[in-house]
């Protein structure tokens, strides 16, 4: 049994327990409540921090794992590069990542078992993309017509109409994947001269959240384009990506789907960073990109959207950027670990997580100062001295 002492904060979004305690027995949480309302419990573990916060762990709800060299690079070599960087995440104070298209859902039960060290996954497996769209690998590139499709398919298998639609979302759900991932527009990196590209029909899109739907799942959306978030809030899917081009009636789309925005800010961040090293054309749509992106994003306060923190990025460690940028445009410190911990949760369909409370998985981080002064804490893997997941110690600096 193990006893945290220090403040807490529950991931609920209410007030701090300035002198709080957590404890945990075996891979669950027995109670959270003040240090001088604690029973006693002999023989447990005291681990207290001076000035310390007790937090769930966090959750990145948009990377992707053994996505970038095209046809130059194996499963296996992408796994073997994942696996150092998801135990940084972890060390990083995550906890649990949904992976928006990627290698995880072939290694989720690995880690599952123990065998190496990782935030719990939760993955989409291969997205499913239209022909020339975001996510098809042969986009851009000369091949002969009459190919058979899919046939170099790497992270997104593609298809046209809504049978093929519905085809391929059997498919990657039978593989195991916890969710579909679709686009509904172009990215900002795809081989297309505008950020204004719609993708997949109505039809397509309505039948990939009907299938989805039949696995008990839910259907995402990489979504830049107006056009294309407008697209995927009218067809039922839950959770928009990246939401870069939002404007009031998009807004009101997404407000009555109830569905969620995930922004994506910090890749869109780094890449607006060193948009003059790259490409002209992409650097030019990168830029385009998010100076609406920042612009907009008031919009999605004013409409009370459900927020989640993701980074898009392959698949970190730096994640907790993303909380940084959330305050930095305007989110209360306290919304922005909510975004990380309690709606993550909630976007992975997930009750035993998100949260600090009794009866939950005890997924929690021990942070050295107070985030809730500066969000910038959680950048620094020093200033996280302990991770717990299911209960077992994955890091514990002491010195």
Same mark, same amino acid.
């Given at each position: /049994?193990l006893?945290?002492?220090?403040?807490?904060?529950?991931?609920?979004?209410?007030?701090?327990i300035?002198?709080?305690?957590?404890?945990?027995d075996?891979?669950k949480?027995?109670?959270?409540?003040?240090?001088?309302?604690?029973?006693?419990?002999?023989? %447990?573990?005291?681990?207290?921090?001076?000035?310390?916060?007790?937090?769930?762990?966090?959750?990145?709800?948009?990377? $992707?794992?053994?996505v970038?060299?095209?046809?130059?690079m194996?499963? $296996?070599?992408?796994?073997?590069r =994942?696996?150092?960087?998801?135990?940084?995440?972890?060390?990083?104070?995550?906890?649990?990542?949904?992976?928006?298209?990627?290698?995880g859902?072939?290694?989720?039960?690995?880690?599952e078992?123990?065998?190496f060290?990782?935030?719990?996954?939760?993955?989409?497996g291969?997205?499913?993309?239209?022909?020339?769209? $975001?996510?098809?690998?042969?986009?851009?590139?000369?091949?002969? =017509?009459?190919?058979?499709?899919?046939?170099?398919?790497?992270?997104?298998?593609?298809?046209?109409?809504?049978?093929?639609?519905?085809?391929?979302?059997?498919?990657?759900?039978?593989?195991?994947?916890?969710f579909?991932?679709?686009?509904?527009?172009?990215?900002?990196?795809?081989?297309?001269?505008?950020?204004?590209?719609?993708?997949?029909?109505?039809?397509?899109?309505?039948?990939?959240?009907?299938? %989805?739907? *039949?696995?008990g799942?839910?259907?995402?959306? *990489?979504?830049?384009?107006?056009?294309?978030?407008?697209?995927? =809030?009218?067809?039922?899917?839950?959770?928009?990506?990246?939401?870069?081009?939002?404007?009031?009636?998009?807004?009101?789309?997404?407000a009555?789907?109830?569905?969620?925005?995930?922004?994506?800010?910090?890749?869109?961040?780094?890449?607006?960073?060193?948009?003059?090293?790259?490409?002209?054309?992409?650097?030019?749509?990168? %830029?385009?990109?998010?100076?609406?992106?920042?612009?907009?994003?008031?919009?999605?306060?004013?409409?009370?959207?459900?927020?989640?923190?993701?980074?898009d990025?392959?698949?970190?460690?730096d994640?907790?950027?993303?909380l940084?940028?959330?305050?930095?445009?305007? /989110?209360?410190?306290?919304? =922005?670990?909510?975004a990380?911990?309690?709606?993550?949760?909630?976007?992975?369909?997930?009750?035993d997580?998100?949260?600090?409370?009794?009866?939950?998985?005890?997924d929690?981080?021990?942070?050295?100062?107070?985030?809730?002064?500066d969000?910038?804490?959680?950048?620094?893997?020093?200033?996280?001295?302990?991770?717990?997941?299911?209960?077992?110690?994955?890091? *514990?600096?002491?010195?």
């Open positions: /049994m006893i945290f002492k220090g403040r807490v904060i529950d991931g609920s979004g209410t007030e701090p300035e002198k709080g305690a957590v404890v945990v075996g891979e949480i027995v109670c959270v409540c003040r240090q001088n309302e604690l029973q006693e419990y002999p023989g %447990a573990e005291v681990i207290e921090i001076d000035n310390g916060t007790i937090l769930p762990g966090l959750i990145d709800l948009h990377v $992707h794992m053994g970038g060299k095209t046809f130059t194996s499963p $296996h070599e992408a796994t073997v =994942a696996l150092p960087k998801l135990k940084a995440m972890l060390d990083s104070g995550y906890t649990a990542i949904r992976e928006c298209g990627g290698i859902v072939y290694i989720r039960s690995a880690q078992e123990g065998l060290d990782s935030p719990r996954i939760n993955s989409a291969q997205g499913v993309f239209q022909t020339g769209g $975001h996510g098809d690998a042969l986009n851009g590139l000369y091949v002969p =017509a009459n190919i058979q499709k899919n046939l170099f398919a790497t992270w997104g298998l593609c298809a046209d109409g809504e049978g093929e639609v519905r085809q391929q979302c059997r498919y990657t759900l039978s593989q195991g994947a916890d579909v991932k679709i686009a509904t527009s172009s990215g900002v990196n795809s081989k297309c001269k505008t950020v204004d590209k719609v993708e997949f029909s109505e039809a397509e899109v309505r039948a990939a959240v009907e299938e %989805a739907a *039949h696995f799942t839910y259907v995402s959306s *990489h979504a830049v384009s107006n056009g294309g978030i407008k697209l995927a =809030a009218r067809c039922g899917v839950r959770t928009i990506e990246h939401a870069t081009f939002l404007d009031e009636e998009a807004a009101e789309l997404i009555k789907a109830d569905a969620y925005v995930i922004p994506t800010f910090a890749l869109a961040k780094v890449q607006y960073d060193m948009r003059d090293k790259l490409d002209p054309l992409v650097g030019k749509k990168i %830029a385009i990109a998010y100076e609406a992106h920042v612009r907009t994003f008031e919009l999605a306060f004013r409409y009370n959207l459900k927020i989640g923190a993701g980074t990025f392959f698949p970190g460690p994640n907790s950027m993303e940084e940028l959330l305050v930095e445009l305007g /989110m209360s410190p306290m919304a =922005a670990i909510q990380a911990t309690k709606t993550g949760a909630e976007v992975l369909m997930r009750d997580i998100g949260t600090l409370a009794s009866g939950k998985l005890a929690l981080i021990v942070v050295d100062g107070n985030p809730l002064d969000i910038r804490i959680l950048r620094n893997p020093q200033r996280i001295r302990l991770v717990l997941q299911g209960g077992k110690i994955k890091k *514990h600096l002491t010195a």
